[in-house]
């Protein structure tokens, strides 16, 4: 109950296509959802993050898609660039973002 | 934004030593950090939390007594990989929720690659 499924496990996007990643979950009692976005080598870092009180959030390219009834969540990252190439992670936590539950991982190719 | 810092970022040993990896939080106070594991192309998985000033909480399935955590101080926390082995070779990752922030609030350090020969 405390898995979160993620996919597709790796995509390949044409430069200014959209990159779209999934993620889904079982256990209600989930109240925060993060995305991380991380380089080879690095800790992997914040993008953005959404809470189950809204359907979607925007920052930048990044947009979050939130659908609570059916306990999924998505990644869209428009006009993909290159240095978006990285491998991204959804997570989700309860009682307020401390222990997460990452997703499998996405690796994403922006390709020109 | 909030720093932390993971201190040695690579490093490589021979079987049977132990290492120490620290984790600091280098622009804010941090009541609890938490240590991951993470091995190639695979997801994070969390090891243990930390809380300062008391013993920290692992998961199911992690060795408290190969993986010494101590959190002395709001600003560090130091993980110790003891007796290692070629199978405790992984990228070790920390993070660090800002003191009084609301919640979400969670910043990760770049990672600790651990090679034992």
């Known amino acids: 109950q405390q898995q979160v499924k993620q996919s597709p496990q790796s995509l390949i996007v044409q430069k200014g296509g959209i990159s779209i990643i999934n993620c889904a979950y079982e256990?209600?009692?989930?109240?925060?959802f993060p995305w991380y976005q991380q380089f080879p080598g690095k800790g992997p870092a914040l993008l953005i993050a959404?809470?189950?009180?809204?359907s979607e959030k925007k920052e930048g390219r990044f947009t979050i898609s939130f659908n609570k009834s059916a306990k999924q969540f998505s990644l869209h990252i428009m006009d993909s660039q290159p240095g978006d190439s990285a491998t991204y992670f959804c997570?989700?936590?309860?009682?307020?973002?401390?222990?997460?539950?990452f997703g499998t991982g996405t690796q994403l190719k922006v390709e020109l | 934004g909030a720093v932390v810092s993971q201190h040695p970022s690579r490093v490589i040993c021979k079987s049977g030593t132990s290492v120490k990896i620290e984790c600091r939080s280098l622009?804010?106070?941090?009541?609890?950090m938490f240590w991951y594991r993470q091995f190639p192309k695979q997801s994070l998985m969390l090891m243990a939390t930390?809380?300062?000033?008391?013993?920290?909480?692992?998961e199911q399935g992690v060795e408290k007594d190969k993986f010494l955590i101590n959190h002395a101080s709001l600003t560090l926390s130091t993980l110790t990989v003891t007796s290692a082995h070629p199978e405790d070779s992984s990228f070790y990752i920390c993070?660090?929720?800002?003191?009084?922030?609301?919640?979400?609030?969670?910043?990760f350090g770049e990672g600790s690659r651990l090679t034992v020969l």
């Open positions: 930390s809380n300062e000033g008391s013993k920290a909480t692992y």
């Open positions: 997570a989700a936590s309860t009682g307020g973002g401390n222990k997460l539950t």
């Open positions: 959404i809470r189950p009180d809204v």
């Open positions: 622009d804010f106070q941090a009541t609890t």
């Open positions: 256990n209600t009692a989930f109240d925060y």
């Open positions: 993070s660090a929720r800002r003191r009084g922030a609301g919640s979400g609030e969670l910043f």
